[in-house]
């Protein structure tokens, strides 16, 4: 569930799934903090062996582009 309004995984959520280049188990953790604080997100999954990753969210509340900013940020390439 989102922290900030307590979303379920009901009605107006998207999901979304790529994969990133450059993970260590280090830089995965981190970005699921990150990501787990952004508005509207409330579910994370990652893969550090091949990079998969999967985002559950509020559709309104994150654009995708914050998203791929903060694996920019973090010297992570997303592949959409």
């Known amino acids: 569930?989102?922290?900030?309004c307590g979303c379920s995984a009901q009605g107006g959520n998207s999901r979304i799934q790529f994969f990133?280049?450059?993970?260590e188990q280090a830089s995965a953790d981190s970005m699921e903090k990150i990501l787990l604080g952004m508005p509207g997100v409330?579910?994370?999954h990652i893969h550090v062996?091949?990079?998969?990753?999967?985002?559950?969210?509020k559709k309104k509340k994150t654009r995708l582009s914050e998203i791929t900013?903060?694996?920019?940020?973090?010297?992570?390439?997303?592949?959409?």
Do not use: P, R, S
């Not at 569930?1 to 900030?4: A, E, R, S, V």
């Open 1 to 4: 569930m989102c922290k900030d």
């Open 20 to 23: 990133v280049n450059g993970y």
């Open 42 to 44: 409330y579910h994370v």
């Open 49 to 57: 062996h091949d990079g998969e990753t999967t985002i559950d969210k």
């Open 69 to 80: 900013t903060a694996f920019k940020d973090q010297g992570l390439e997303a592949v959409l």
